[in-house]
């Protein structure tokens, strides 16, 4: 089967031409560490669980007067790897996939 042709680097000004996204060059730039390396491991599973058990209802939507159930646990102030921001309860809000992917695109 014939391969797909390679595309330009999406760092900016990058001449290099790559399969992915980026050349190998900039790859290691935009590369992200895993979930587990960021602290979403299993002891967070359960506690995500456990607080959306007592806040069932996306809290963004309520604002709006709607009923819509909570899928997330959103950090309102991004824990940048900060463990105690992190684990901190009073950071966290329950929001629908709709409004964290909204929150974060937004960069909020």
Same mark, same amino acid.
């Given at each position: 089967? !014939? ?11 990058? !001449?290099?031409?790559? @399969?992915?996204? *980026? ?6 730039? *935009? ?8 602290? *979403? @491991? ?8 456990? #607080? ?11 604002? @709006? ?20 921001? #992190? ?22």
């Amino acid at each position: 089967m !014939p391969r797909t042709p390679k595309r330009p680097c999406r760092h900016s000004g990058c !001449p290099n031409l790559s @399969d992915g996204p *980026y050349c190998e060059q900039h790859q290691r730039l *935009y590369a992200r560490e895993i979930a587990t390396q960021r602290g *979403y @491991d299993g002891r967070w599973r359960r506690t995500r669980a456990s #607080f959306l058990k007592k806040h069932p209802l996306c809290a963004g939507c309520l604002k @709006d007067n709607r009923l819509t159930p909570a899928t997330v646990v959103d950090h309102i102030v991004p824990h940048r790897g900060d463990e105690r921001l #992190f684990w901190d309860e009073a950071n966290w809000q329950p929001l629908c996939k709709t409004c964290h992917d909204r929150k974060t695109g937004e960069g909020l």
